[in-house]
């Protein structure tokens, strides 16, 4: 179903218009209004889009800028990131089928996709959307307005000549686009034969992917050190993870029940999560199974996986919406931190203007700052920054005496972001029905000025109508 549903897109297209001219007039119309309804939905999702990068850039971004908030926690967002496509990236050890399940889930066959036994890929590859098959390198790639990769930049030349973007004509990849990664080696591989830090590489595409796709080949279950470190970047994005079990037409059915309660446990120890993560199994090519006992369960899961899929563009504007959101809630917890730990600074210290003696001293009491932050000013354990993450980037910071006073106007400006600003965008995409009945009684008109001055009181005819 899904080689046909790739390969013949614009000729069931064509089919459906043909039928739709076929049809009786009032059934012709019926279909028009629906199609305008689409529109219309299309329309609404744009400027609730356009909305929050004005909200972003023009309430969240200054904040960002004023507490240094980059240098601490995340780089901003740009507007390239607001308007991509879904995002769905496939990590895992090397030869487990990344590459050959973009192929299948793409139906493209190219020779940009190198497929073999021992380890292929040794680039980061984004598989997007063009016209015709072209092969972009990373350091145009990451300056193309089209693709929001720019923020790749801060990684240096090294990686970028690790990254490149493969454009394809393919259906799918309208609405979705895959990024392929290089299988993680084992031992010193992994660290002398890259360039570059793989781990917050993950990490930072993981934190912009919609989806998050491990994929484990079901002959070399074993996680390694390094596969490990990379799986822990991804904790945070736990909501996102689904595992991927393939190559499981290659073993037996008894066997199959094994390898699936070792995955499962394997995952559940590193991810650390109280929910098991979803587990797809199947074989993700278009080659014929080996053992047949549990086709059924593959086939499923094949269409599992692509309903998925196909549901993330209905539900990224939703995703969007949620993601700033959270960060919104940082950026504030950050402000409020940085704010407070101005405020104890001595000022002895601070007359001096010896960033190595504000240094020391930070780095010394931080921990009981930064709970006295918290109690003070009531933020969440959810929203504060990791202890050590934080002390090293206060460590690396230049200048602690130009760390920003905590301006309440700021954080009242973000408080209205969650409280007011969100929620009305959501009322229009949420999705959830309004309620018909109030709990809240309405008041009667109050009295004119010369009856209460006579003694007739709204409250009193109320009561005389509870009465009656």
């Not at 995340?74 to 607001?82: A, C, K, L, Q, R």
């Not at 059915?253 to 446990?265: D, M, Q």
């Not at 917890?333 to 730990?341: P, R």
Request: net charge neutral; proline share 5%.
């Amino acid at each position: 179903p899904h080689s046909s549903w790739c390969c013949n897109f614009s000729a069931c297209s064509h089919v459906m218009e043909q039928a739709v001219l076929t049809m009786p007039s009032d059934h012709q119309e019926r279909v028009r209004e629906c199609e305008g309804a689409a529109a219309s939905t299309v329309s609404a999702e744009h400027d609730v889009l356009t909305k929050l990068w004005k909200i972003y850039s023009e309430t969240v971004l200054p904040v960002e800028k004023k507490c240094f908030y980059e240098h601490f926690c995340e780089t901003p967002i740009s507007i390239e990131e607001f308007r991509a496509r879904p995002q769905v990236l496939l990590v895992g050890q090397y030869s487990t089928g990344k590459t050959s399940m973009v192929k299948w889930l793409t139906g493209t066959d190219t020779n940009h996709f190198d497929v073999r036994p021992q380890p292929s890929t040794d680039k980061f590859m984004a598989v997007v959307h063009g016209d015709e098959e072209r092969l972009i390198h990373g350091n145009a790639a990451s300056c193309l307005p089209q693709l929001p990769y720019q923020g790749l930049s801060k990684f240096g030349g090294s990686f970028l000549n690790s990254f490149q973007a493969l454009a394809l004509p393919s259906p799918i990849l309208k609405d979705i686009t895959f990024i392929d990664t290089p299988g993680v080696l084992s031992g010193s591989k992994q660290r002398i034969g890259r360039d570059y830090d793989f781990a917050s590489i993950s990490a930072w595409m993981a934190d912009r992917a919609d989806l998050v796709l491990l994929t484990f080949d079901a002959h070399k279950l074993d996680i390694s050190d390094e596969f490990q470190q990379v799986m822990e970047v991804l904790r945070p994005y736990a909501d996102k993870v689904r595992c991927v079990l393939n190559k499981a037409d290659q073993i037996d059915a008894s066997n199959l029940v094994r390898v699936y309660g070792a995955l499962l446990w394997n995952v559940g120890k590193v991810l650390q999560t109280p929910e098991v993560a979803r587990v797809y199994v199947s074989s993700f090519w278009n080659e014929p199974y080996r053992f047949q006992e549990h086709k059924t369960l593959f086939e499923e899961d094949k269409d599992a996986i692509i309903k998925e899929l196909e549901s993330l563009p209905r539900t990224a504007l939703l995703r969007k919406i949620n993601f700033l959101a959270a960060r919104v809630r940082r950026v504030k917890t950050h402000l409020t931190i940085v704010g407070y730990l101005r405020s104890r600074l001595p000022w002895h210290l601070r007359l001096l203007g010896s960033d190595s003696s504000l240094r020391n001293w930070l780095s010394a009491n931080i921990e009981v700052l930064m709970k006295e932050a918290q109690r003070l000013h009531q933020l969440s354990d959810g929203d504060m920054p990791k202890l050590e993450v934080f002390r090293s980037r206060l460590l690396d910071f230049e200048g602690l005496a130009k760390l920003p006073r905590l301006d309440l106007r700021d954080a009242k400006r973000l408080e209205r972001v969650i409280i007011s600003e969100v929620p009305k965008l959501l009322g229009g995409v949420g999705g959830v029905s309004n309620l018909t009945e109030t709990l809240v009684e309405e008041d009667s008109a109050p009295p004119g000025r010369f009856a209460s001055f006579l003694g007739f009181s709204g409250e009193s005819s109320r009561k005389r109508r509870r009465t009656e």
